[in-house]
């Protein structure tokens, strides 16, 4: 991670906060020319198109019907990586029978990607008192507070929203049981950090997910956005395993189909 996040490079006056020039070359090396519609298993991968400013889903469904979306995957992953102000946005072009169709992402979750974002989520953050003080200035970024409010919620909606619509969906057809979601939501400074890569926050990040294995397996509560314990699920590390058999009986039984 050191070479993707160098952490004593001088930061730049102009422009994003690393080149992506190790993560592009690596990427590219390791992928090859495979496509999304040679996944082995069928993929989801999010991205944003600045241009347009309109989200851009890559999928194996997709990508075998409609050949302008059956990008290389190392383009997509390079694309749906690069983070505002952390990595510089990606175009790349996908040829087809009717020509060629130009891509200009960023990160599929680009309002979650907050680089300002140093609290616990499950911490209270703001009161209608202190946010109808505010000016414009204020929102972006508070004295107060010594931090971008508007960042904070957006990035808060990111992350809420596309866990709060899953749910919803998986509730509303009654499979609530197939959906999982590992997260930790009282994480503080620079384990929130999206780049820092030093020896010691990356050891800090692997104790926390080892201990986040031995806590009980949640879910978030629709109503107050507070993650809840599953009944009956367990740990996360029960839950996972319990998932993976049951994915490793799917890929069987479509093998002897």
């Given amino acids: ?69 059956d990008a290389k995957l190392s383009d997509i992953c390079i694309a749906t990586s690069a983070a505002p102000t952390i990595l510089p946005p990606y175009k790349f072009k ?21 680089p300002g974002c140093g609290s616990a989520k499950k911490k209270q953050m703001y009161t209608v008192e202190q946010a109808a003080q505010w000016s414009a200035i204020d929102w972006l970024f508070n004295l107060s507070t010594f931090d971008s409010p508007l960042l904070n919620i957006l990035g808060a909606v990111g992350t809420d929203m596309v866990d709060i619509h899953v749910e919803t969906l998986f509730q509303s057809h009654d499979t609530a049981q ?24 990356l050891e800090n990040l692997k104790k926390i997910g080892i201990e986040l294995l031995d806590k009980p397996a949640s879910r978030v509560n629709l109503d107050t956005g507070a993650l809840e ?25 479509k093998k002897n189909i």
Avoid: W
């Fill in 1 to 69: 991670l050191q070479r993707f996040f160098p952490q004593d490079q001088v930061p730049p006056t102009t422009g994003p906060k690393y080149d992506g020039k190790y993560l592009r070359e690596l990427t590219a090396s390791l992928l090859g020319d495979l496509t999304v519609k040679q996944t082995v298993t069928n993929v989801l991968l999010p991205s944003y198109d600045i241009l347009i400013f309109q989200p851009v889903v890559f999928t194996t469904d997709e990508a075998k019907q409609n050949p302008s979306k």
């Fill in 94 to 114: 996908v040829l087809d029978l009717l020509g060629s169709h130009e891509f200009n992402l960023t990160d599929g979750g680009v309002a979650a990607a907050n």
């Fill in 178 to 201: 197939n959906y999982l979601r590992v997260e930790d939501d009282s994480l503080t400074g620079d384990a929130l950090s999206a780049d820092k890569a030093t020896p010691e926050n």
């Fill in 229 to 253: 314990p599953i009944e009956g699920a367990g740990t996360y590390a029960q839950a996972l395993a319990v998932f993976a058999i049951k994915l490793s009986e799917q890929r069987k039984l």
